[in-house]
């Protein structure tokens, strides 16, 4: 007799288990609609977040690039050389007979880093350089850059190292007279 009860007991706990999809269902579908209610409710009374110094600062970083492209596209010289470093002035020559000869220039920043060290600043990017030419017809250009920023609060270009996205190709300089 004892054996029977034994095996009656374990006939009782199968008999506890859902024995279809159905009863899976009911039963965890009031466990889903608990927890959808109390994330919910926690997750209604938070406070906004306060942007750190840092994120200011790449706020910051990401309009003045956004500035220096727009200056370039919009033509605007005397903006763009108001943001491009002092050193390379010569640059500013090409860059001008550049967009002389060129029409309607579209200019494209990925930005793949930014290193911030005290006051200099380093934006790693990817570019591309789009225009019409009235000999070649649209030409495309592409390259990466570092644009070595310094400043906390009034940033200002000091170096642009790799393939400068502001000046012409060799190519298309030398088939310009």
Same mark, same amino acid.
């Given at each position: 007799?004892?054996? /029977? %009860?034994?095996?009656?007991?374990?006939?009782?706990?199968?008999? %506890?288990?859902?024995?279809?999809?159905?009863?899976?269902?009911?039963?965890?579908?009031?466990?889903?609609?608990?927890?959808?209610?109390?994330?919910? +409710?926690?997750?209604?009374?938070?406070?906004?977040?306060?942007?750190?110094?840092?994120?200011?600062?790449?706020?910051? +970083?990401?309009?003045?690039?956004?500035?220096?492209?727009?200056?370039?596209?919009?033509?605007?010289?005397?903006?763009?050389?108001?943001?491009?470093?002092?050193?390379?002035?010569?640059?500013l020559? /090409?860059?001008?007979?550049?967009?002389?000869?060129?029409?309607?220039?579209?200019?494209?920043?990925? +930005?793949?880093? +930014?290193?911030?060290?005290?006051? /200099?600043?380093?934006v %790693?990017?990817?570019?591309?350089?789009?225009?019409?030419?009235?000999?070649?017809?649209?030409?495309?250009?592409?390259?990466?850059?570092?644009?070595?920023?310094?400043?906390?609060?009034?940033?200002?270009?000091?170096?642009?190292?790799?393939?400068?996205?502001? /000046?012409?190709?060799? %190519?298309?300089?030398a088939?310009?007279?």
């Amino acid at each position: 007799m004892a054996h /029977t %009860s034994v095996l009656a007991c374990r006939l009782d706990l199968s008999r %506890s288990a859902p024995y279809n999809a159905a009863m899976v269902v009911k039963n965890g579908f009031g466990l889903v609609v608990l927890v959808g209610i109390l994330l919910a +409710i926690s997750g209604c009374e938070h406070a906004p977040v306060k942007p750190t110094e840092d994120l200011k600062r790449l706020q910051q +970083i990401d309009v003045f690039v956004e500035n220096l492209r727009g200056a370039y596209e919009g033509r605007n010289l005397q903006a763009f050389s108001a943001l491009y470093p002092d050193e390379r002035a010569d640059d500013l020559r /090409t860059i001008a007979a550049f967009m002389d000869s060129a029409s309607a220039p579209r200019l494209d920043f990925v +930005i793949d880093q +930014i290193v911030l060290q005290d006051e /200099t600043v380093r934006v %790693s990017l990817h570019w591309e350089l789009r225009w019409k030419s009235e000999k070649a017809g649209p030409v495309k250009q592409r390259g990466n850059a570092f644009f070595q920023l310094a400043g906390k609060s009034d940033l200002r270009l000091q170096a642009i190292g790799g393939d400068n996205p502001f /000046t012409a190709p060799a %190519s298309y300089r030398a088939s310009v007279p």
